[in-house]
């Protein structure tokens, strides 16, 4: 049982590029996450889905987009990568409210 | 504005000893907390969790107790162990619940041999 799969788990981008972080979940969850950490931060929501073709905004949903297109599969994109966008990002997923399981974590460096 | 509070960024105890970590929050919304533990490379895992209905709730080595009054919450580890030396977050969820979680700034938990 996979869990919360993260792919890639480190990339290092130009400022401009563009890339898509992969999040797969095979726990038949509805509800799943986008966060991300930073130093001194904890973690932040980025963005959110409630269940297939639906995605709603986070706390700080800003350079980023999202699509469920799958119920299964939650993809971030970064359309033009800032270094203000370096960070770690955690999928997660849940069922319940009292039940998130996240994935191990996505490095992504912007220079 | 945060609306869930660790106000200590690291803590440092001697193993066999209790550590004590602390939570605050400002929403009086909340009606449920989580701690999560976090190690280097890893995703946050849960560790335990309370309903605002109870003011304790124990798991082991775990124990959280929670003040409604004061919008406090604290997590006891006893005795504390080498293993348990990670990072800490506290966590509510945000609206209905499904909206996601919202996390405090962490507490970095180190255990002294």
């Known amino acids: 049982n996979a869990g919360v799969t993260q792919t890639p788990k480190f990339r290092v981008l130009k400022t401009g590029q563009s890339m898509t972080l992969l999040c797969a979940q095979d726990?038949?969850?509805?509800?799943m996450y986008w966060y991300r950490q930073d130093p001194g931060m904890g973690l932040r929501l980025i963005h959110y889905?409630?269940?297939?073709?639906?995605?709603a905004k986070g706390e700080v949903p800003d350079g980023y987009n999202v699509s469920r297109l799958k119920k299964q599969n939650f993809l971030l994109g970064l359309e033009s990568a800032a270094p203000s966008q370096t960070s770690v990002y955690f999928c997660?997923?849940?069922?319940?409210?009292?039940?998130?399981?996240f994935g191990s974590g996505t490095r992504l460096t912007v220079v | 504005d945060q609306q869930v509070k660790q106000n200590s960024p690291s803590l440092s105890v001697q193993e066999g000893r209790i550590s004590i970590l602390n939570c605050d929050y400002t929403?009086?919304?909340?009606?449920?907390f989580l701690w999560y533990k976090k190690y280097p490379a890893e995703g946050p895992t849960f560790l335990i969790s309370?309903?605002?209905?109870?003011d304790k709730n124990e798991d082991g080595r775990f124990t959280v107790f929670l003040n409604k009054s004061a919008k406090h919450l604290s997590l006891h580890i006893v005795p504390s162990q080498p293993g348990d030396s990670a990072v800490y977050f506290c966590?509510?969820?945000?609206?209905?619940?499904?909206?996601?979680?919202?996390f405090g700034k962490g507490t970095h938990l180190i255990i002294q041999p």
């Open positions: 997660a997923s849940s069922f319940h409210r009292e039940s998130y399981t």
């Open positions: 966590a509510a969820p945000s609206g209905g619940g499904a909206d996601g979680l919202t």
């Open positions: 889905s409630v269940g297939e073709g639906t995605t």
């Open positions: 309370i309903s605002s209905i109870k």
């Open positions: 929403n009086s919304m909340f009606d449920y």
């Open positions: 726990m038949n969850h509805e509800y």
